[in-house]
């Protein structure tokens, strides 16, 4: 009995070790961004991972960009940072982000602009 404690105590210490903070930020593509108009076509999504790999997704919530996500591990947390000078993704968008991270145990936190 002892040693299926210690046994399951050391899974779930190398679980939460695993966890880790990403970050998706909301940026625009500098030599896209048009002098006058609608700049939708600029607006990326940068997702920056703990392990220094970066991907770049003109959707916010894009088949590949959930490809990445679900390889995360339970516990992690991935944080929105938004631009408050760029149109916020439609609610309807974050909400299946959520709810795709909440499906594989990842938190999808989303930083206040202002």
């Known amino acids: 009995m002892k040693t299926l404690v210690l046994l399951v105590c050391l899974t ?3 679980v939460a070790c695993r966890a880790e903070d990403c970050h998706l930020v909301q940026t625009q593509v500098a030599d896209e961004v048009p002098m006058h108009g609608p700049v939708d076509k600029a607006t990326v999504y940068v997702l920056l991972c703990p392990d220094h790999r970066v ?3 003109r959707a916010f919530d894009s088949h590949e960009m959930e490809e990445i996500v679900k390889h ?3 516990g992690t947390v991935l944080h ?13 968008e974050i909400d299946k982000l959520k709810a795709f991270c909440k499906s594989k145990g990842i938190t ?5 602009t202002s």
């Open 80 to 92: 929105y940072d938004g631009n408050a000078l760029i149109a916020s993704p439609k609610q309807a």
């Open 72 to 74: 995360f591990p339970r």
């Open 12 to 14: 779930l210490a190398g």
């Open 55 to 57: 991907y770049v997704f």
């Open 108 to 112: 999808l936190e989303l930083t206040p």
